[in-house]
């Protein structure tokens, strides 16, 4: 008798709704909106307080998090003072919306060489706006490799002298060290 | 103050940002460096930085500064430097540029598509669709078609997610490209197989057939990606839909790829193909087992998201199949005590739904400890989840009650407690040995409420109740203690439940009057007036004592009118020597027009003109019609409309039609005015045209002798229709009459008239004049007390709609129900909705609806009826109703 039927928005691509980075403050690093739910900045504002307030005191350090608020389904990560968070509808497919936060935590932190952090991120800040627009555009999923979102972030910002083939190669290079370092630092 | 200073700099360290201090005025100025004949491309690329911190950060640039930005930053296409161009197509697409600044950058970004290096190529593309306009569009239409099919896989996808964002905005261009697509589809790289296959789908939406072509040939195909899988998955299931809509018999089509999708590799795709199955029409438990076996894995996985999909979907499941979910009932328990809040409050309201009896002790307590650490929304899902356990198992209402009043006494915001009382409330009802203690529950919580509402509502509550108790003189000492305490409001509901109690129990009549008596010298109106009234009715002043049963009827008696109408009739009324009786105000819901007073207001009285129109209440329509000598055999009316106007406003005559629908004929009432002054109309009819409404026969006409002006009056035509037949139709009508013309002077109308006729507009009989709205107070007690023996299921597409809540209204509306319980309102931007209906069918059959509305993205609207009725016919005509 109670069969809602929401399931009829199952048809629909994922989309994502916004990508936040705040800092540990809740303050705000790099956000970007996908839809017009959150008309105005102090729309935006209060919709990244509140979901600060709510996931502040939680530990989503090794494994990312999940909560539910306002028909919306936000998945998050912490890494060191820096807040990840990606929010979809509430028909999302949740692991959908946790590829793509592990995407940008894992193409932040290849950007970052590792130093996660506020301060890192705010200096280079050009980086995390690129890496924002090569994850989503304009709310559909581009791209949840993080090694893939880091290369085209990072190819960027190689110098212009040398040609391309062989700078992707370099940058393959420069990922795989760095990925190597990374994990022999765990 | 050294300290104060020394803080102060440890505030810097902590907070330091690059971006400290930064103004916009002065990055405005900083950004002239992109006029430099010599580029500083690693400068320039900061001033883009801060020109886009600061419109992250919220500020906002002028018409006149973006443009001046805007301009400066076309000037850095010069420059060779990769990053910065980088920074450039991000700059731009934030500026949002009005077309005519777009045709500047245009030539550069046409460059860029066409150019060797594949990152600009995939950049500019994602630029140039963001900014472009439809004509614009068609000049690079084929640059993105080649796009589509490149071999950089980056190019492909900014081309064909930028297809998707088009599509929305010149869907005919996007639509020339599925051949493109078609072959992106094929792609070996992961990505752009997604990102073709949402275009293709989204371009294909409308027809069935190219979807399921679509989806039976990558079933069995290859998808890469995780992502596209999921999207297969979510077309397969609208393609099952669809087809099992068509045929019910056989097996599900498709269901073994579903299936087979619960041992992919990804989690994304097992979990989507899960969900899928669980939420097919009519799933079967054969159907359901692989699928909620590989829930359950999930739900003791280490990945808190992994959970949540898990627990959120397994909640959904055991609304409908709650014995399917029994099976998971371990793992659930343990999740009660998950770090994510959200996780535990899933798996206790899952576990209230599926637990049976025996373990509700142990859930209680378990759900105790969880309480007083979640927030208040949690908390509402809760209480909701017990009332319905407590009505499920009431022997168990001790210990749900119990938690219930313990909650209750906790903080908790307005919301909260409202759910909490109304569970209270509810479980008294349904559960009478829950009665006393669960109104000492409410006695307590309103000696301690915040909530001027909820202290009425229990004090409205505990008069109707509290009487009827073993002991109501332990009420007595709570209510009065609202008369000291609290706010006017409340003193007033206080008043009248102290009256209920002397109406109901004469041994406390006494104690009764003179706690009333005190209330006397309240400082407020209304809690004086009615404990003067209150007194008077109850003959506490000693005066002359109204029977028992009048006492009994005023005070408990239920306003079985809707306040609207009271408040109509009220206004209509004129103080004249004739008394306002409520009998007169109609029952039904709707809205009455104000007009008509209006129009009687003018007249004068003495003319000795026929009785102005008279009130549309059924009441006096049903004096009116059996009045005429050939409508009286028509037996019971059942049902008047509403005045349906025939004419446009300020016109020569106005002409408005009242259906009157018996069981075997229809009578339509057409109220007429002659609004000229110099004009008599004699022997008016109503010519009706009912060769549309082929199930009619006229049978009787009774025309208006003399319609003078400003002077309303009625002619009838009557119909006369099959019994217990659904007869619906299109009138059309014809005003037929003798116009006289009227010396203004005088007011003599002359001897001699023309006939002349008058057009008027098409009446017509719908559906919904069959049915009477009449409310139920309790829509599920109704809904039980009707029983499954004819009870319709069906479901509908209803099409694109614009809204959600234009489509509930407009069924609403088709089957002329009233809503029950405000379900009439669908909340903003929700996707589903639930309605509930009732009503009187003619022959008055009651019937009750349930509605489950959904909504996909593209609008489309489908429908799920459930009808119940006395009567299997009448069950069969709701849903004929809406078939047609």
Known sequence: ?????????????????????????????????????????????????SVFIKTQKTNARTEAEIVMFENNVVVYKFI??????????????????????????????????GNVDQREALENLNMMFLCLDEIIDAGMILETDGNMIAGKVATHNMDDGAPLSEQTISQALATAREHLTRSLLR | MAQFVKKDDDRDEEEYSPFLGIEKGSVLQEARVFNDPQLDSRRCSQVITKLLYLLNQGETFTKVEATEVFFAVTKLFQSKDIGLRRMVYLIIKELSPSSDEVIIVTSSLMKDMNSKTDVYRANAIRVLCRITDGTLLTQIERYLKQAIVDKNPVVASAALVSGIHLLQTNPEIVKRWSNEVQEAVQSRAALVQFHALALLHQIRQNDRLAVSKLVTSLTRGTVRSPLAQCLLIRYTSQVIRESSMNNQSGDRPFYDYLEGCLRHKAEMVIFEAARAITELNGVTSRELTPAITVLQLFLSSSKPVLRFAAVRTLNKVAMTHPMAVTNCNIDMESLISDQNRSIATLAITTLLKTGNESGVDRLMKQITNFMSDIADEFKIVVVDAIRSLCLKFPLKYRSLMNFLSNILREEGGFEYKKAIVDSIVILIRDIPDAKESGLLHLCEFIEDCEFTYLSTQILHFLGVEGPKTSDPSKYIRYIYNRVILENATVRASAVSTLAKFGAMVDSLKPRIFILLRRCLYDNDDEVRDRATLYLNTLGGDGSVVETDKDVKDFLFGSLDIPLVNLETSLKNYEPTEEQFDISSV????????????????????????????????????????????????????????????????????????????????????????????????????????????????????KPLKALPYDTPGQTFVAFEKQEGVLAVGRFSNELKFIVKEVDPSTGEAEEDGVEDEYQLEDSEIVAADYMLKVGVSNFRNAWESLGPDFERIDEYGLGPRESLSEAVNAVINLLGMQPCEGTEVVAANSRSHSCLLSGVYIGNVKVLVRLSFGVDSSKEVAMKLAVRSEDESVSDAIHEIVAN
């Open chain 2, 586 to 701: 109609p029952k039904e819901v709707k809205s009455q027009p104000l007009a008509e007073k209006k129009s009687a207001g003018k007249k004068p009285t003495a003319l000795g003109a026929p009785p102005a129109a008279p009130t549309s209440t059924v009441d006096a329509y049903e004096k009116l019609l059996s009045s005429i000598p050939e409508f009286s055999t028509f037996g019971q009316l059942f049902k008047s409309s509403a005045p349906v106007e025939l004419t446009e406003a300020e016109t020569e005559y106005a002409v408005n039609v009242v259906k009157h629908i018996f069981d075997k004929h229809v009578v339509f009432q057409y109220n007429c005015t002659n609004t000229i002054p110099e004009q008599l109309l004699e022997n008016v009819i109503v010519v009706v045209d009912a060769s549309e409404a082929e199930e009619f026969a006229e049978v009787a006409t």
């Open chain 1, 80 to 113: 060191q003072d820096l807040h990840f968070f990606v929010t979809g509808g509430d028909y999302e497919n949740e692991l959908a919306l946790a590829a793509v936060l592990q995407g940008l935590s894992d193409a932040v932190t290849l950007l970052l060489r």
């Open chain 1, 1 to 49: 008798m109670h069969v809602l039927l929401n399931i009829y928005h199952s048809d629909a691509c994922p989309t994502i709704k916004n990508v936040l980075l705040l800092d540990s403050g809740g303050r705000r690093v790099a956000v970007k909106y996908y839809t017009d739910e959150w008309p105005t900045n102090g729309a935006k504002l209060a919709f990244e307080r």
